[in-house]
């Protein structure tokens, strides 16, 4: 952690990767957090409360992704996002 800001890197097990219903999940856990957070796949980048440019990313099973956290609730955002991450996204 520095400066107010947490970064996590998580592989994606789910088949699908990131589609619609995952990233809608993401989108989703990331509005209902105060922190903002920031999907990486390589050098392309998301607002994790964009499911447009979550979708946009093109992140397929296997793929390392990099979530980053700034503002008030870092740890949550980190912990809930690695949560979907993790399980296979739960879906």
Not at 62 to 90: C, P, T
């Amino acid at each position: 952690m520095r400066n107010g800001m947490i970064t996590k890197k998580l592989i994606v097990k789910n088949s699908h990767g990131i589609h619609a219903r995952v990233a809608l999940k993401v989108a989703q856990t990331c509005q209902n957090n105060s922190s903002e957070v920031t999907v990486c796949n390589g050098c392309n980048k998301a607002n994790g409360c964009s499911l447009l440019e979550l979708l946009m990313l093109g992140v397929e099973q296997g793929s390392e992704i990099e979530i980053i956290a700034r503002g008030g609730e870092e740890e949550k955002s980190i912990k809930e996002l690695s949560y979907i991450f993790d399980g296979g996204s739960g879906i």
